[in-house]
């Protein structure tokens, strides 16, 4: 397209209805535990969801009091996509390993990429699970039962990407010569935009110039592009 003597203008506004619709709702898991609830420990568990944040406590089976002989049971948790399950047991307490080193009673862990037994006391406080899904397994022998453990598992989301405040005033004004290359961002890029902003870019060409103008602005992943500038 040409133009001589003439102002070039592309006039672009950006409103957001909610923060929702920019980055997406979470998709929550279909089964949710209360915060600090209890969970017995059962034969053939099936996986319960945690929500990120959410907190849920179990024990073995009589806890404080013994456990019985040949208990086997246990747990299975899942919680939100990229999140992580940590593991704190305030009390600990199974048969200690034999002189062979075997573990007879003994709580497992398994996070589908690792397997780790437990026994006597040595307590698994602080293990964190490698994806979003972990199983808890119990199990007794014939004898010399102990008083077992009191544990809690928490969900912990990934790191948060901090949204950048937006500016006092987000709109541009950029008048274009020959040869220039120009990037004009959203409030907050990368971290995304709030919401409720209104953005214009104003771009003017110079007098005289006759050469064809192509605009393109990026915003949070969808590219808004014009062969020539609007007049």
């Known amino acids: 397209m040409m133009h001589n003597n003439m102002a070039y203008i592309i006039y672009f ?42 907190t849920v406590t179990f ?43 075997e573990c007879r009673d003994f709580f497992k862990t398994n996070d589908y990429k690792t397997v780790t037994k437990y026994c006597g006391d040595d307590n698994p406080s602080g293990f964190v699970s490698n994806g979003r899904r972990l199983n808890l397994l119990f199990n007794s022998g014939k004898k010399k039962l102990s008083t077992g453990f009191s544990c809690s598992l928490t969900a912990k989301g990934p790191p948060t990407t901090t949204i950048a405040a937006p500016a006092a ?26 919401e409720g902003i209104s953005c214009t870019l104003t771009i003017t060409g110079i007098p005289h110039y006759s050469g064809g103008i192509s605009c393109t602005v990026t915003i949070m992943g969808n590219t808004f592009s014009t062969l020539g500038c609007i007049t």
């Not at 957001?16 to 915060?35: C, E, N, Q, T």
């Not at 013994?66 to 704190?88: M, V």
């Not at 004004?173 to 959203?186: P, R």
């Open 59 to 101: 024990t073995s089976p009589n806890y404080p009091n013994n456990y019985d002989q040949k208990s086997n049971c246990g747990w299975k948790f899942k919680t939100d996509k990229g999140a992580t399950l940590e593991l704190t047991c305030e009390d600990f307490s199974l048969r200690p390993q034999t002189k062979k080193g």
């Open 13 to 54: 506004t950006l409103i957001v209805a909610s923060y929702d619709a920019a980055f997406g709702a979470m998709v929550k898991p279909d089964v949710s535990l209360h915060s600090r609830s209890s969970v017995p420990c059962v034969n053939k568990a099936s996986e319960m969801a945690l929500p990120v944040g959410q």
């Open 169 to 194: 005033d987000c709109n541009h004004d950029l008048i274009v010569s020959v040869g220039m290359d120009e990037t004009w961002s959203s409030p907050g890029y990368p971290g995304g935009y709030p």
